[in-house]
């Protein structure tokens, strides 16, 4: 399967600590995005990497958020003193360069905090 | 005003029936469009690219209309699997092009 991966697939968590997500891009992509979900919504941009370099986050990126995106591959995204708040479906999504090409998702990280 | 805005769901409509979804968004300066399709509890998938002189696949219409920064997406003879969220997607100019998406409209097809 060479499609985009997340790890774990559901995380339940008490609130004030902390989670770590992983994401595995298609490997030929070089940009990489974090999404948030919540019900009813649709996904909110959170941020995003060419290659290792993180050229943009979102406001709804608080302080106890962090991504990294080490070598230019993998993704982690963590979140720290997890709140109640938090609890959301995260997507990790890759694509090549081209502004013209379409998004492609991972299964998403279920996040409950208790 | 939210980037991305969509038609509010839900909508129900009969097995064989045509539903049409619209779309607006506020950058004028946007590039590229899409409709993306989500499952309950799954992740969203490419439905299909929008483009400046509309297209179409199988039963699956999208037009854009730049100049009212409107987009839509016609579904003809809906069928029982059609049923799921349609997302409305967006590349904005700056950053990365990163992906915009309206909060989705649901659609339910019965028999």
């Known amino acids: 399967d060479t499609g985009v991966s997340q790890d774990p697939r559901h995380k339940i968590t008490k609130r004030g600590q902390n989670v770590t997500f992983r994401c595995d891009p298609i490997s030929e992509h070089n940009r990489l995005y974090w999404y948030r979900q919540t019900l009813g919504q649709g996904p909110e941009f959170l941020t995003y990497?060419?290659?290792?370099?993180?050229?943009?986050k979102s406001r709804l990126l608080s302080d106890r958020f962090s991504a990294e995106r080490p070598k230019g591959s993998f993704s982690t995204l963590e979140i720290q003193r997890t709140e109640q708040g938090d609890s959301a479906m995260y997507l990790c999504?890759?694509?090549?360069?081209?502004?013209?090409?379409?998004?492609?998702f991972g299964n998403g990280t279920r996040l409950t905090v208790t | 005003r939210k980037e991305v805005e969509q038609d509010p769901g839900p909508f129900n409509v009969p097995e064989g029936a045509t539903v049409a979804f619209n779309c607006t968004y506020s950058n004028s300066a946007s590039q590229s469009f899409f409709w993306y399709r989500q499952d309950c509890r799954k992740e969203p998938k490419l439905l299909m690219s929008?483009?400046?002189s509309g297209n179409e696949d199988g039963r699956f219409t999208a037009q854009l209309n730049r100049a009212s920064q409107y987009i839509s997406l016609l579904i003809r003879d809906s069928k029982l699997s059609d049923s799921a969220t349609y997302l409305c997607?967006?590349?904005?100019?700056?950053?990365?092009?990163?992906?915009?998406f309206g909060a989705g409209t649901r659609l339910f097809v019965k028999a």
């Open positions: 929008v483009y400046s």
């Open positions: 997607a967006v590349n904005a100019p700056t950053g990365g092009f990163k992906t915009i």
């Open positions: 990497f060419q290659n290792e370099a993180q050229l943009e």
């Open positions: 999504a890759s694509r090549q360069g081209s502004m013209n090409s379409p998004l492609h």
